[in-house]
């Protein structure tokens, strides 16, 4: 079983739809979530961050945590094409110190 | 401007040829990694480190050194590289409490 597991995709969107991206994580001592994009060529980017069960709304960007389930996702409302990527998972392990990432999950959004 | 600096871009290499890849910091930043990318596995930890002269293994460190004597910089090493280190490299620093911010990349070949 990997350690941070995500749906590689391709999830296609029409523009304007809610984007639902799903991540879930083997440790559960795991401390803090992370959500980067990566546009083809480019490095990742850190687009949020959640450390407590819940959800935390950025703009367009909604990051919902399950720690019981083990589970991480992030919304995109009002998906646009400039969304188009590859959207990244982390998670930081007990000791703070190792970041593990997904393999990603490739998103179009059409227009 | 906030940003991690690695050098090179491109690099052709053969093998058995010691290269060194630079990384370097401006935001005081605690932690600082490698990361390798492949197609389908994703982004994989080489080596981290938590503060000056304190490293530690990722989850493929072999054939890979790094070091760390200033804050700001922390350079690959590949002593002796072999064809299976052909990948895209990402050097990251982070404040310690939230994400990475990542370098350009280098994309290394090794024949």
């Known amino acids: 079983q990997k350690e941070v597991e995500q749906n590689s995709g391709p999830l296609s969107v029409p523009e304007g739809a809610i984007a639902s991206l799903n991540c879930t994580y083997s440790d559960r001592g795991s401390q803090s979530f992370f959500w980067y994009r990566q546009y083809s060529g480019k490095s990742p980017e850190l687009i949020m961050f959640?450390?407590?069960?819940g959800d935390k709304e950025d703009g367009r960007f909604t990051a919902q945590l399950n720690k019981a389930s083990q589970y991480v996702s992030l919304l995109i409302r009002d998906s646009q094409p400039s969304d188009s990527a590859t959207y990244l998972c982390?998670?930081?392990?007990?000791?703070?110190?190792?970041?593990?990432f997904g393999a990603g999950t490739r998103l179009f959004v059409k227009a | 401007e906030a940003q991690v600096t690695q050098n090179p871009r491109y690099l052709i290499t053969v093998t058995g040829k010691k290269l060194t890849v630079t990384c370097s910091q401006n935001?005081?930043?605690?932690?600082m990694s490698w990361y390798r990318q492949d197609p389908g596995l994703g982004l994989r930890q080489i080596y981290y480190s938590m503060n000056v002269e304190v490293t530690d293994k990722g989850d493929v460190p072999e054939g890979y050194k790094v070091s760390r004597k200033e804050k700001r910089n922390f350079p690959l090493i590949l002593e002796s590289p072999s064809p299976n280190q052909t990948s895209l490299y990402f050097c990251?620093?982070?404040?310690?409490?939230?994400?990475?911010?990542f370098g350009s990349g280098t994309r290394l070949t090794v024949v």
């Open positions: 982390a998670v930081k392990g007990p000791g703070g110190f190792k970041t593990i």
């Open positions: 990251a620093s982070s404040p310690g409490t939230s994400g990475y911010t």
């Open positions: 935001m005081n930043h605690e932690y």
């Open positions: 959640i450390y407590s069960n």
